[in-house]
């Protein structure tokens, strides 16, 4: 018999078909959530033998340019739209934002804006990290962005979505709740760790605005039609979570922010989409376990 790799063992199977019904607050069927990526890059960063930080030679002006329209320019546009319309961010926060841009941190706290870590840079990755080296960011993690902000941090989306074997185990000692590395469902699950609670909460690499553009090639009314149709399913079969992925130097561009509000006030006005923040739909559903 064909003994193939070991399942890694990340987290238990679960049938879809055969799971508890979810139920959201207020008898909604499908938690809504938008990842608003907030973030930094370095123009110079320094070379891992791994992975290049920019695809031209370094300092990548270019680049680095590109993506400095979000804490310029594309932040409030995104975000404006987004409080337009009733949807809170939850920030995937490049926690040295608060060191370079403090005005955007400030600007997403002052709208209630939840805060979790993207890791420091995200042009510096996980790869080959010793223990003691992730240990140093989650920590300086949770310091920066309570110093910043008030808030404890619950989560964690790795740097650049760079790991090591350590880091669920790490973020779990360290008290955080969730992870969105996982993308293996469409509901919040148990997560498997040798040191304390975590759950996954669906985040996307289907319907995020990076995959959507760059990787899928979308228009900006193909991918707004994508995320209602991504609604539209889970909001007919319940209890899911749908998670939307956005960088502001990208869904903010000026020839893209309409349709992406059109497609968030479709959403808001369905009246089955519970919009809220991702620590709320982990406190919700493990209330119902």
Not at 47 to 71: E, Q
Not at 222 to 232: G, I, K, N, S
């Amino acid at each position: 018999m064909h003994k193939g790799a070991p399942d890694p063992g990340l987290y238990d199977f679960s049938p879809y078909r055969d799971r508890k019904r979810i139920v959201w607050p207020g008898g909604k069927s499908c938690a809504v959530w938008v990842a608003s990526n907030l973030e930094y890059y370095e123009v110079d960063p320094p070379a891992h033998p791994k992975r290049k930080a920019w695809g031209r030679s370094h300092p990548d002006v270019v680049g680095y340019s590109h993506r400095d329209h979000s804490n310029r320019v594309s932040h409030w546009r995104m975000a404006d739209v987004m409080s337009k319309h009733g949807f809170p961010g939850s920030v995937s926060l490049s926690v040295a934002l608060c060191q370079h841009h403090p005005e955007v941190v400030a600007d997403a706290k002052l709208r209630g804006w939840e805060f979790f870590s993207h890791g420091i840079y995200n042009t510096r990755y996980a790869y080959d990290m010793s223990e003691e080296q992730e240990r140093a960011i989650i920590e300086d993690s949770i310091a920066t962005v309570r110093e910043a902000t008030g808030q404890t941090i619950r989560g964690w989306l790795a740097p650049a979505l760079t790991h090591t074997p350590h880091t669920l185990d790490l973020i779990a000692e360290y008290g955080l709740e969730y992870t969105c590395d996982l993308y293996h469902d469409d509901q919040v699950q148990r997560v498997n760790t040798a040191t304390g609670e975590l759950v996954s909460i669906p985040y996307s690499l289907e319907v995020n605005d990076h995959y959507g553009f760059f990787v899928y090639n979308m228009s900006p009314r193909e991918y707004a039609d994508t995320l209602v149709r991504q609604y539209e399913r889970l909001a007919e079969e319940g209890g899911t979570v749908m998670c939307i992925p956005l960088h502001a130097y990208l869904i903010g561009q000026p020839h893209r922010i309409g349709p992406f509000e059109e497609a968030l006030r479709y959403i808001a006005a369905d009246g089955r989409a519970w919009l809220t923040k991702a620590g709320d739909i982990v406190d919700a559903w493990n209330a119902q376990q």
